[in-house]
């Protein structure tokens, strides 16, 4: 027993990280173990077991000292928790309008919005300027917020879907320059 103070000392410390907490601590686990002594069998670590001992000691301490409160006195939002029905109807909902974007508008979204990508480096990757890009998101983000709070009927979002009439525009000259699916995505956000 003398021969192990040391360390159960070293890590009563480690474990309270106090002085004065660790004597107390290695002083119970050593009278817990003189206590349990015919449970030592000999041939084993001693040191392991008298380690042992230590460390269950403090949890047991750091279990008792853990605040309770009666359950009249508790705040109703901690005994309250969702079943997750809500979040799980909220995904496939928000699955099933993603799928409803195109392909170029989705990918966007997912490099800026999941994967974390800075506009920068997606607008290199996909050759747009940044600012294209914001706004083509910014669009996104807006198209995917009517659809899911249900503020207006959204317009869909396919090829070939034809602008507003009060708001019939065309591409500007400089846009036939442009790639065949930078004018798509164009053609469909001309509202």
Same mark, same amino acid.
């Given at each position: 027993?003398?021969?192990?103070?040391?360390?159960? =000392?070293?890590?009563?410390?480690?474990?309270? $990280? /106090? &002085?004065?907490? *660790? !004597?107390?601590?290695?002083?119970?686990?050593? @009278?817990?173990?003189?206590?349990?002594?015919?449970?030592?069998?000999?041939?084993?670590?001693? =040191?392991?077991?008298?380690?042992?001992?230590? $460390? /269950? &000691?403090?949890? *047991? !301490?750091?279990?008792?000292?853990?605040?309770? @409160?009666?359950?009249?006195?508790?705040?109703?939002?901690?005994?309250?928790?969702?079943?997750?029905?809500?979040?799980?109807?909220?995904?496939?909902?928000?699955?099933?309008?993603?799928?409803?974007?195109?392909?170029?508008?989705?990918?966007?979204?997912?490099?800026?919005?999941?994967?974390?990508?800075?506009?920068?480096?997606?607008?290199?990757?996909?050759?747009?300027?940044?600012?294209?890009?914001?706004?083509?998101?910014?669009?996104?983000?807006?198209?995917?917020?009517?659809?899911?709070?249900?503020?207006?009927?959204?317009?869909?979002?396919?090829?070939?879907?034809?602008?507003?009439?009060?708001?019939?525009?065309?591409?500007?000259?400089?846009?036939?320059?442009?790639?065949?699916?930078?004018?798509?995505?164009?053609?469909?956000?001309?509202?």
């Amino acid at each position: 027993m003398m021969a192990a103070l040391p360390s159960l =000392r070293q890590q009563a410390l480690a474990l309270t $990280r /106090n &002085r004065s907490d *660790s !004597d107390d601590l290695v002083q119970t686990a050593v @009278a817990n173990a003189l206590a349990a002594k015919n449970s030592f069998e000999p041939g084993t670590n001693f =040191r392991a077991w008298m380690g042992s001992i230590l $460390r /269950n &000691r403090f949890l *047991s !301490d750091c279990r008792r000292r853990r605040p309770t @409160a009666s359950i009249e006195d508790a705040p109703p939002a901690s005994l309250a928790r969702s079943g997750g029905q809500e979040e799980s109807l909220a995904m496939k909902e928000l699955h099933h309008h993603l799928a409803r974007l195109p392909a170029g508008q989705r990918l966007l979204l997912m490099m800026i919005s999941v994967q974390g990508v800075s506009y920068e480096d997606a607008s290199v990757q996909m050759g747009i300027p940044v600012g294209t890009l914001k706004a083509r998101v910014s669009r996104t983000r807006a198209q995917l917020r009517i659809w899911i709070q249900g503020e207006a009927a959204a317009r869909p979002l396919v090829k070939g879907a034809r602008p507003r009439a009060r708001l019939d525009l065309k591409l500007a000259p400089e846009a036939s320059r442009t790639s065949q699916t930078d004018r798509e995505f164009h053609g469909m956000w001309l509202t």
